[in-house]
């Protein structure tokens, strides 16, 4: 692990080196030698890494060498930033450019003897490496093998439940006991309120239940079926949300704003008008339940109620007289026959002999899994990788020395945790941080791996150097994934719902991925233990909940978890622990209403050399009119983003997602190193016109509805907003959601050469009847984008709506299908007639339609039957 953090920083300082007259310029020897220094101490560690466990000292050197590969990479960014934005300033008169002169050579002093120090330092490091013994191995393995790139996104869509073994039984004798309950003695008939699946982590308790979830007869029997992750941060608002979500989908607008007493009555009345299964998954205590029971009928016929938990006596608490049923382990034989499944996949062609030696190790290896199904299959995502016999011996030896020193990563007993170990550390050096970056997420999330590459991406996880011919960074973060998918250390989810059509037509394997718990505690302790990441919850009366023990005082990522209630009860990070090198910071707030608590202003300015800043969910939850209330808000100057955030010019991400800040501060022009702008589902009033000095930019996300809104404060004369955004200059821009004239200029999209994803959004009310203009222009500058989409919204009455607009309407949807490029197309306004096209001239591209407020009588179908390549249509 520490031999990433080492090749980050020597990347960085190569990158900086490369630019020399630009960053670097009287300081680039002295550099060199301390970039020529990491490399010498990075040769020894993976050697150090793989005998970390022999002694005390070697894990202390490792610790050593991280701290100071993240020191070096600071120093030298902070001189280089430093140099760049004195000389980009263009100083005036004499008196300034001596100064600055001045002040240049002072840092250059300064920055000389820290590497000076760094370099004795780390050549002291080295020595004792030498000394020690460690081997200096200059061929590392890398972290996305090349070879096998086309292989694995051939094989990604597999998922754990195809592979299922040794339990069929289990799952027929569960659906009966949910249609009719019953024993084996079919005359008595007993039914089951509750049925519940209890065993240890890794059991399987989680693919029985979604077997059962999905099998044929519990489909026809129940009117409704809801499924439900409960974990260990459970919030009951949103227990109730998600299963009424499941169970009456089309009042989705009512539940999001009913409160906790209206959720209840609801849901109870719903179970008792239809018969309705709910699935409880992963329920670790009694109090989940005691907080949501009211909703649930007590009978014994009806609406039924599937669990799974770790802990029997929570299953025995919800109802004594359930039927519980704990899953056993798998058979030696059993074990094999999924390891098969999952390692071989005919992969192997041998002879005869050495087919039966592998048969022969595998049996051996799978023992020592105990019978536990996630223990064979992380195993056999470690053997995937192998490519022969000395290989999966080279695995055997290891899992028998691994396991004879007792080595415990967890507290907790068997082997389970020693083969999830293993897979970690069988990890290419690369892939380690990956992995290790998962504990930033919760229990049970799905974690958007859009988002997740370009965090990687900004944390210098993933670099250029990765790269293989054509692939961008988010190509090669996908492949990264992929491994870990692979390996079965991470679930993959395709893009195979309406919502991600578009990420298809762009290639992406992966909409999103999410850990099991148990593979989420390895991440949580490894990422303590090499001191990557810490993660914190504060939940349920404000307990915080540290997972894991650390002893080092430094961190150097955070991520800080809230319930709605306990943003209050935040203390920054910066007054409990040593956060000087921090360069990584994640607020992130479920269901919150109110304002950025001043604890959290007031620390902006103390982690100047921050990589990544995330405040996610500061906004006014179940407001009938969020709108309306955000501005009463504005008197008070709640809700405004500190100007201090321009002092972090190492940002290279920052999200405000699902937050409310009525300004954002021109400071923002400073982080000329941002790659990531994230405001979406943001309620934001004012956008500086300081985004095309981000040259940087790589992924922005404007706020949804951003026109909608501007239009709504013009009515109340607020003089909130600023010229139109110039987006021309970021040459690097890849990806650029919610563009929204006339908020922006689609004469700037013609400028980007590099777009490869838009989504742009133009709103009727913003114009008289020029709009099929706007559209026609916008469709234009973006020819040479490889996916765009388009919605076009009314917010007025329909009854209000001129015929002249509902037929320029028309025209303008007949235009969008002859497009040449456009993926996706949603139009939310009236219409007065279908339009109507030859065949030859329909949307090849078009890939998502939805269609809502037409207004009219004639049948669609003649037209939408011709889109050859349609997978996904929404009519309302």
């Keep these: ?95 300034k450019r001596c100064v600055g002169i001045l002040n240049e050579c002072h840092a250059r002093h300064t920055t000389g003897t820290g590497i000076q120090t760094l370099k004795t330092k780390i050549s002291n490091l ?188 929570v299953a025995l608490h919800i109802d004594p007289n359930g039927f519980h049923h704990q899953p056993r382990f798998l058979s030696d034989s059993e074990s094999w026959q999924l390891l098969q499944r999952k390692a071989l996949r005919g992969r192997f062609h041998g002879e005869h002999e050495d087919l039966k030696k592998l048969e022969n190790l595998g049996k051996e290896m799978v023992k020592a899994c105990g019978g536990l199904p996630l223990a064979v299959i992380v195993l056999s995502g470690t053997l995937a990788t192998k490519k022969d016999l000395n290989e999966w011996a080279t695995v055997n030896r290891n899992i028998k020395a691994h396991l004879g020193r007792g080595n415990n990563l967890i507290n907790e007993e068997g082997n389970l945790h020693k083969i999830l170990a293993l897979s970690y550390n069988d990890l290419p050096y690369k892939l380690k941080p990956c992995f290790l970056y998962l504990s930033r997420y919760e229990e049970d999330s799905d974690i958007e791996t859009e988002a997740l590459y370009q965090l990687w991406i900004a944390e210098g996880i993933i670099s250029t150097k990765d790269q293989i011919g054509e692939e961008s960074m988010m190509d090669v973060a996908e492949r990264y994934l992929g ?27 992966f909409a999103s991925c999410r850990l099991h718990d148990l593979m989420r505690d390895l991440s949580l302790v490894k990422a303590k233990e090499e001191n990557f990441l810490l993660s914190i919850s504060y939940y349920h009366d404000g307990i915080l909940n540290e997972h894991g023990n650390n002893d080092h005082s430094r961190v150097y990522r955070l991520a800080i978890h809230f319930s709605k209630e ?60 969020h709108i309306l209330k955000t501005v009463f808000l504005l008197v008070a100057d709640h809700l405004r983003l500190p100007t201090a955030i321009g002092e972090l010019i190492h940002l290279r991400y920052l999200s405000l997602r699902r937050s409310v800040f009525l300004c954002l501060p021109s400071s923002l022009g400073n982080l000329q190193n941002l790659q990531t702008l994230d405001l979406r589902d943001a309620v934001v009033f004012r956008i500086p016109n300081v985004l ?140 007065a007639n279908f339009p109507q096209y030859e065949a030859r001239y329909m949307c090849a591209s078009l890939l998502k339609l939805k269609l809502s407020s037409l207004e009219i009588e004639e049948d669609p179908m003649e037209t939408l039957e011709r889109l050859p390549n349609l997978r996904s249509l929404h009519l309302r």
């Design 126 to 313: 080295t020595k004792s490496f030498q000394e020690y013994g460690i081997a200096a191995v200059m061929e590392r393995q890398d972290g996305a093998s090349s070879s096998s790139h086309q292989q694995l996104r051939r094989t990604y869509s597999h998922v754990v439940e195809d592979d299922f073994v040794g339990l069929e039984g289990d799952v027929e004798m569960l659906v009966k006991h949910l249609l009719r309950g019953g024993d084996h003695d079919h005359e008595i008939d007993q039914r089951f309120r509750v049925v519940s699946i209890c065993g240890m982590g890794g059991l399987g308790k989680t693919t029985l239940a979604q077997k059962v979830y999905n099998h044929p007869k519990v489909r026809r029997c129940f009117d409704g079926i809801a499924w439900v992750y409960v974990s260990q941060t459970w919030q009951k608002e949103d227990i109730l949300q998600r299963i009424l979500l499941s169970l009456i989908p089309e009042k989705r607008e009512e539940i999001v704003k009913w409160r906790d007493e209206e959720l209840v009555r609801q849901l109870f009345q719903i179970q008792q008008n239809k018969k309705c299964l709910v699935v409880l998954d992963d329920i670790w205590a009694t109090e989940p339940w005691e907080c949501i029971k009211q909703a649930f009928p007590i009978r014994n016929d009806g609406s039924k109620i599937l669990v799974t938990s770790r802990n029997k006596e």
């Design 566 to 625: 306990d943003v209050r009860k935040y203390v920054p990070p910066a007054e409990k622990r040593n956060t000087r090198h921090l360069r990584s910071l994640a607020l992130l707030v479920s269901g919150y209403e109110g304002r950025l608590p001043k604890k959290m202003k007031s620390q902006f300015n103390r982690f100047k050399i921050l990589r990544v800043l995330a405040i996610e969910g500061l906004f006014p939850a179940n407001s009938e009119d």
């Design 483 to 509: 491994e870990l998918v692979t390996r079965c250390m991470v679930q993959g989810k395709a893009p195979d719902d309406d919502d991600d059509v578009m990420l298809s037509s762009i290639g992406r394997s």
């Design 692 to 831: 095309w000095k981000m040259r940087q930019l790589r992924h922005l996300y404007l706020p949804e509805g951003h026109s909608q809104l501007m239009g709504f404060l013009g009515k109340f004369k607020l003089n909130l907003f600023c010229r139109k955004l110039r987006l021309k200059g970021l040459d690097k821009l890849e990806i650029l959601e919610y563009f929204c004239p006339p908020i922006c200029s689609s004469q700037d999209i013609s400028t980007l050469r590099n777009l490869r994803v838009l989504s742009a959004e133009v709103v009727l009310d913003d114009y008289d009847e020029g709009f099929p203009t706007e559209i026609q222009r916008l469709m234009s500058n973006s020819d040479h984008v490889g996916c765009t989409s388009l919605c076009i919204y009314s917010y007025k009455d329909s009854a209000a709506t001129a015929a002249s607009i509902k037929k320029k309407v028309s025209d303008v949807v007949g235009q969008c299908f002859s497009s040449r490029n456009l993926q996706g197309l949603v139009v939310n306004c009236p219409m």
């Design 1 to 95: 692990m520490a031999e990433a953090v080492v090749s980050v920083a020597v990347e960085t300082i190569g990158n900086l080196l490369i630019e020399e007259t630009k960053f670097l310029q009287g300081a680039s020897d002295q550099v060199e030698q301390l970039q020529l220094e990491l490399k010498r101490m990075q040769s020894f560690l993976k050697d150090a890494d793989a005998r970390q466990h022999e002694e005390e000292r070697v894990k202390v050197w490792i610790s050593q060498a991280r701290d100071l590969a993240y020191e070096a990479d600071d120093l030298i960014e902070r001189y280089a930033f430093k140099v760049a934005s004195r000389r980009g300033k263009g100083i005036r008169g004499t008196a």
